[in-house]
């Protein structure tokens, strides 16, 4: 058969459609049927190209449901995680896209752990003091709180009476070349009967059988303020204390200055070496941008440490210690520092000062105020640590050596970083809008920062159009003057020159020290008996108690932040780009690869002095740089690791000292200025 038949024959057979008798299969009738029903038969290869052209079935995309809440943090300090979940609602099909993740972690509670104030026990009770006839014992604190861990107990000191054979030295003789004032004071005979009261209490005039007038019969009235020039400086703080120096006295001389302002001549006194009567008033605000918290602590720091007076024979562990812990106690740091923790801010400090006097004190022989030289001579011979701390919580760590009188307005204003890159205003406009803001508001000048994008910017828009009132916060400081002017200088939004100008008025009444050097007051204590002991010992605990507010005592913080000792609890102060309360949140900014920078860790203990037969010799002390240890290529600790000085042996068994810097301290090989 020919292959028409056989299809013809398989279509019947398969479909029964005709041609149900197999003789008839040829039949032309079922023939054409079976080519009829051939042809729209579709093969195979048709149905599959059919089935291609089919549209496929749309896609369906996975979709989840809403988050969970985020579980509890594994930890609650120093990092844990917190997950949350969540679940497919519709599951993908059709090659629809698929579905996201399903748990999320996140770090929390990244903050290092509280740390709780630790102190040693107590040491043993110093050597009975045979003139206070009173020992004590002191207890050092280990580990300052951190972190808001717990505060450290008050009772670090123990006092308590004693009694002792030895015989308290005779303290009331200044010899034959000088005159005992009632008060102890020494004074040169010359300068009894001379009509001044050089001793202080008048003594030095009576009994006298003539009065040989020093200013042949003139009178000249003491220069204004110039009492305040003698007051002391608490370089923790930068508070003024009690006078140290006594302005009052002249020493049996009558020098005048002259003062064109008054149109008359003053007195000077004996301290004071130069005196110049100078009014400066200036209407401009000098500016200056941190672009941290610890950079605006740094360089307060740095500038108190140039004040101090390196001149003199005072130890130098004094002077170390002093620039170690300068101006870390001051209110304007403490609000600063703490304002740091909430958010990454940027700061800017607007100044005005006002000069009024220039002073100089005398280099040598400087006449202490009767008070303070009573309370030198009260001081027990022995180092006890409390009753010269007292005396240096009374008058401060240092005097004043140079300065000028006069006022300064000061206000730090804090921007969180990310309002400023809002403003649109770079760093050099920001700091132009609030010099010409604070001059529009003092002075009443106009044009500079009206019409111009101080009062444009997205930022001043929120806010009455001012750049200075959209600071987040501000901290004004203001020396000179009394307090109930210096506290109408607080910014206001408008035009305040009355209330500048009645501060000016005011600070020439009651002017502050602005512009100053100072030396440690260890350097007063000279002409009286037992005088180099005592130096010594006030020395020594200036030495403690600056360093017991010194930072190598805290734990680091993180991302190099800077920790910062007041009072008796460690805070952090950040680095730019990092905030929290041990830095942990943010990145530091231009830090490449998070380096950690090393830190020293605290000073160990000296070595035994090694005593020649002349007394002299000399000791040394150690540090490590592991507060931190640098790590990811830091930078390693600046200065040496040890140090060596000159220091004199002092039988005092039994007094838990029994060596002293001799005030000839060698100067540790390290960097200049390096303290």
């Given at each position: 058969?020919?292959?028409?038949?056989?299809?013809?024959?398989?279509?019947?057979?398969?479909?029964?459609?005709?041609?149900?008798?197999?003789?008839?299969?040829?039949?032309?009738?079922?023939?054409?049927?079976?080519?009829?029903?051939?042809l729209?038969?579709?093969?195979?290869?048709?149905?599959?190209?059919?089935?291609?052209?089919?549209?496929?079935?749309?896609?369906?995309?996975?979709?989840?449901?809403?988050?969970?809440?985020?579980s509890?943090?594994?930890?609650?300090?120093?990092?844990g995680?917190?997950?949350?979940?969540?679940?497919?609602t519709?599951?993908?099909?059709?090659?629809?896209?698929?579905?996201?993740?399903?748990?999320?972690?996140?770090p929390?509670?990244?903050?290092?752990?509280?740390?709780?104030?630790?102190?040693?026990?107590?040491?043993?009770?110093?050597?009975?003091?045979?003139?206070?006839?009173?020992?004590?014992?002191?207890?050092?604190?280990?580990?300052?709180?951190?972190?808001?861990?717990?505060?450290?107990?008050?009772?670090?000191?123990?006092?308590?009476?004693?009694?002792?054979n030895?015989?308290?030295?005779?303290?009331?003789?200044?010899?034959?070349?000088?005159?005992?004032?009632?008060?102890?004071?020494?004074?040169?005979?010359?300068?009894?009967?001379?009509?001044?009261?050089?001793?202080?209490?008048?003594?030095?005039?009576?009994?006298?059988?003539?009065i040989?007038?020093?200013?042949?019969?003139?009178?000249?009235?003491?220069?204004?303020?110039?009492?305040?020039?003698?007051?002391?400086?608490?370089?923790?703080?930068?508070?003024v204390?009690?006078?140290?120096?006594?302005?009052?006295?002249?020493?049996?001389?009558?020098?005048?200055?002259?003062?064109?302002?008054?149109?008359?001549?003053?007195?000077?006194?004996?301290?004071?070496?130069?005196?110049?009567?100078?009014?400066?008033?200036?209407?401009?605000?000098?500016?200056?941008?941190?672009?941290?918290?610890?950079?605006?602590y740094?360089?307060?720091?740095?500038?108190?440490?140039?004040?101090?007076?390196?001149?003199?024979?005072?130890?130098?562990?004094?002077?170390?210690?002093?620039?170690?812990?300068?101006?870390?106690q001051?209110?304007?740091?403490?609000?600063?520092?703490?304002?740091?923790?909430?958010?990454?801010?940027?700061?800017?400090k607007?100044?005005?000062t006002?000069?009024?006097?220039?002073?100089?004190?005398?280099?040598?022989?400087?006449?202490?105020?009767?008070?303070?030289?009573?309370?030198?001579?009260?001081?027990?011979?022995?180092?006890?640590?409390?009753?010269?701390?007292?005396?240096?919580?009374d008058?401060?760590?240092?005097?004043?050596?140079?300065?000028?009188?006069?006022?300064?307005?000061?206000?730090?204003?804090?921007?969180?970083?990310?309002d400023?890159?809002?403003?649109?205003?770079?760093?050099?406009?920001?700091?132009?809008?609030?010099s010409?803001?604070?001059?529009?508001?003092?002075?009443?000048?106009?044009?500079?920062?009206?019409?111009?994008?101080?009062?444009?910017?997205?930022?001043?828009?929120?806010?009455?159009?001012?750049?200075?009132?959209?600071?987040?916060?501000?901290f004004?400081?203001?020396?000179?003057?009394?307090?109930?002017?210096?506290?109408?200088?607080a910014?206001?939004?408008?035009?305040?020159?009355?209330?500048?100008?009645?501060?000016?008025?005011?600070?020439?009444?009651?002017?502050?020290?602005?512009?100053?050097?100072?030396?440690?007051?260890?350097?007063?204590?000279?002409?009286?008996?037992?005088?180099?002991?005592?130096?010594?010992?006030?020395?020594?605990?200036?030495?403690?108690?600056?360093?017991?507010?010194?930072?190598?005592?805290c734990?680091?913080?993180?991302?190099n932040?800077?920790?910062?000792?007041?009072?008796?609890?460690?805070?952090?102060?950040?680095?730019?780009?990092?905030?929290?309360?041990?830095?942990?949140?943010?990145?530091?900014?231009?830090?490449?690869g998070?380096?950690?920078?090393?830190?020293?860790?605290?000073?160990?203990?000296?070595?035994?002095?090694?005593?020649?037969?002349?007394?002299?010799?000399?000791?040394?002390?150690?540090r490590?740089?592991?507060?931190?240890?640098?790590?990811?290529?830091?930078?390693?600790?600046?200065?040496?690791?040890?140090?060596t000085?000159?220091?004199?042996?002092?039988?005092?068994?039994g007094?838990?000292?029994?060596?002293?810097?001799?005030?000839?301290a060698?100067?540790?090989?390290?960097?200049?200025?390096?303290l």
């Amino acid at each position: 058969m020919n292959d028409a038949a056989n299809i013809c024959r398989s279509f019947v057979f398969k479909n029964a459609r005709c041609c149900y008798h197999r003789m008839r299969f040829i039949s032309r009738v079922c023939l054409f049927v079976a080519v009829a029903a051939l042809l729209t038969v579709p093969s195979d290869g048709w149905r599959r190209r059919r089935r291609r052209r089919r549209p496929p079935p749309p896609p369906v995309h996975c979709q989840v449901g809403q988050w969970s809440p985020w579980s509890t943090c594994s930890a609650s300090c120093k990092g844990g995680s917190q997950t949350r979940q969540r679940s497919i609602t519709v599951h993908p099909a059709h090659g629809g896209s698929g579905c996201p993740a399903l748990t999320e972690l996140r770090p929390c509670n990244t903050q290092t752990c509280p740390l709780d104030c630790t102190v040693a026990d107590f040491g043993n009770w110093t050597k009975c003091d045979p003139c206070e006839r009173k020992q004590e014992r002191t207890r050092l604190v280990v580990r300052p709180s951190q972190f808001k861990g717990h505060d450290c107990p008050v009772d670090l000191y123990e006092t308590r009476p004693c009694a002792t054979n030895e015989v308290c030295p005779p303290s009331d003789s200044c010899g034959e070349e000088k005159f005992t004032c009632q008060n102890k004071r020494c004074i040169p005979k010359i300068q009894t009967c001379n009509g001044d009261n050089d001793c202080g209490d008048y003594s030095d005039e009576r009994d006298c059988d003539r009065i040989f007038d020093v200013c042949d019969g003139q009178r000249f009235d003491a220069i204004p303020n110039i009492a305040f020039a003698g007051s002391g400086y608490n370089i923790l703080n930068g508070a003024v204390s009690g006078n140290v120096l006594d302005n009052r006295l002249y020493g049996g001389t009558c020098d005048t200055v002259y003062s064109g302002d008054h149109g008359k001549s003053f007195r000077l006194p004996e301290n004071v070496q130069n005196y110049r009567f100078q009014v400066l008033a200036d209407n401009s605000f000098t500016t200056t941008v941190y672009n941290s918290a610890e950079e605006y602590y740094r360089e307060e720091r740095t500038n108190s440490q140039r004040n101090v007076k390196v001149g003199g024979s005072a130890n130098f562990l004094v002077i170390k210690a002093s620039g170690g812990v300068s101006h870390s106690q001051s209110r304007m740091t403490h609000d600063v520092v703490q304002s740091a923790q909430r958010i990454d801010s940027k700061y800017f400090k607007v100044m005005n000062t006002v000069e009024l006097a220039q002073f100089r004190m005398r280099r040598s022989e400087l006449e202490p105020s009767d008070y303070f030289l009573r309370r030198i001579r009260d001081l027990p011979l022995y180092y006890h640590y409390l009753d010269y701390r007292f005396l240096i919580e009374d008058f401060g760590t240092h005097y004043f050596s140079s300065g000028s009188l006069g006022g300064q307005y000061e206000f730090v204003y804090r921007y969180t970083r990310a309002d400023l890159q809002h403003s649109g205003l770079s760093e050099e406009e920001q700091k132009s809008c609030l010099s010409a803001e604070a001059k529009a508001s003092f002075f009443s000048f106009s044009g500079s920062a009206s019409g111009s994008r101080c009062k444009d910017n997205a930022l001043s828009q929120k806010n009455s159009g001012s750049f200075t009132l959209s600071a987040s916060e501000s901290f004004s400081y203001v020396k000179g003057g009394s307090s109930e002017k210096a506290g109408q200088l607080a910014f206001a939004n408008g035009p305040i020159p009355e209330k500048y100008e009645a501060w000016i008025q005011d600070v020439k009444r009651n002017p502050a020290i602005i512009r100053y050097e100072i030396t440690p007051i260890s350097e007063l204590v000279v002409g009286i008996p037992q005088a180099d002991r005592k130096r010594r010992n006030l020395e020594q605990a200036l030495v403690d108690y600056l360093n017991s507010y010194h930072s190598c005592k805290c734990s680091p913080c993180q991302n190099n932040g800077q920790a910062l000792l007041i009072g008796t609890d460690c805070v952090c102060v950040c680095k730019a780009g990092t905030f929290g309360i041990s830095c942990e949140q943010g990145t530091q900014i231009d830090n490449v690869g998070a380096a950690i920078h090393g830190n020293w860790a605290c000073w160990g203990p000296w070595t035994a002095c090694s005593a020649e037969s002349d007394g002299s010799g000399q000791r040394t002390r150690q540090r490590t740089c592991t507060n931190p240890a640098p790590q990811n290529g830091g930078q390693a600790c600046p200065g040496q690791d040890s140090e060596t000085e000159t220091c004199t042996y002092i039988d005092t068994s039994g007094e838990g000292f029994n060596e002293s810097s001799s005030g000839g301290a060698r100067r540790p090989k390290s960097p200049k200025g390096e303290l």
